[in-house]
């Protein structure tokens, strides 16, 4: 079993930025395509992004477009999400998850998950 463990949220005011990390320990993830989703107090886990095992493809909601970055490093065995111009409607726990053949915006494609990060943004 691997695990992956989220880092990087904190508190930034509107406009900032933060990157976030999704590393993987325990087993490679090299072959897997990841995610990242949030979810906000009182709402459904949404999808933020996703790449594939390659690094050729991503995927992102519509409202990270042209805001967020999603990309990885395999030879750290990492995940990176590069939030910009971040808005109060950001504010959310951050989490990333791994799936063996997707990068579909639903969480049934995704079978492993980390515990989260938190992001709050400030207006």
């Known amino acids: 079993q691997g695990q992956l463990v989220e880092s990087g949220g904190g508190l930034v005011q509107a406009g900032g930025s933060l990157r976030l990390s999704c590393a993987a320990s325990?087993?490679?993830?090299?072959?897997?395509?990841m995610g990242w989703f949030r979810q906000a107090p009182g709402k459904e886990r949404e999808f933020v992004a996703a790449?594939?095992?390659?690094?050729?493809?991503?995927r992102y909601a519509d409202s990270v477009k042209g805001r967020f970055a999603i990309s990885r490093d395999s030879a750290q065995n990492t995940v990176y999400l590069q939030m910009n111009s971040l808005k109060a409607e950001d504010t959310a726990v951050y989490y990333c998850?791994?799936?063996?053949?997707?990068?579909?915006?639903?969480?049934?494609?995704?079978?492993?998950w980390g515990q989260g990060t938190q992001v709050t943004v400030s207006s």
């Open positions: 998850a791994a799936s063996p053949n997707s990068i579909g915006d639903s969480p049934k494609y995704y079978k492993a």
């Open positions: 790449i594939t095992a390659t690094g050729r493809s991503f």
């Open positions: 325990g087993r490679t993830f090299s072959t897997y395509n």
